[in-house]
């Protein structure tokens, strides 16, 4: 199983982005579709979330203009982030955590890059 994200770039603030992260092979039911963001010598945050119940998470700071959302029958994830701050440069990376018959597994994608210029 691989993730691939994509989407990322760079733009003005005030501008959007979508990111995607579509999953290859046979990953089975993904209960949690997640996105977090890094920055040098920072931790990997957790940006949002959706679980497959239908629940969602956001960070506060992103709250309002970022929206998660999922497409499972094409084990994808989006991230359409809206009124980019200069703030939000990072690399984002996608999470998958699905659930085995004991045990989760986590799977993560490579990352993609987004700049938000001043």
């Known amino acids: 199983v691989q993730l691939q994200a994509s989407g990322g770039g760079l733009v003005q603030a005030g501008g959007s982005l979508r990111l995607s992260c579509v999953a290859s092979g046979s990953i089975g039911s993904i209960n949690v579709m997640a996105w977090y963001r890094q920055t040098p010598g920072n931790s990997r945050e957790l940006v949002a979330r959706?679980?497959?119940?239908?629940?969602?998470y956001y960070l506060r700071s992103v709250k309002g203009r970022f929206t998660i959302s999922r497409d499972n029958a094409k084990n994808t994830a989006y991230l359409q982030m809206n009124s980019l701050k200069p703030e939000d440069t990072a690399v984002y990376y996608c999470?998958?955590?699905?659930?085995?018959?004991?045990?989760?597994?986590?799977?993560w994608g490579q990352g993609t890059k987004v700049t938000v210029s001043s």
């Open positions: 999470n998958f955590n699905v659930r085995r018959l004991f045990s989760t597994v986590d799977y």
């Open positions: 959706s679980t497959i119940d239908g629940s969602t």
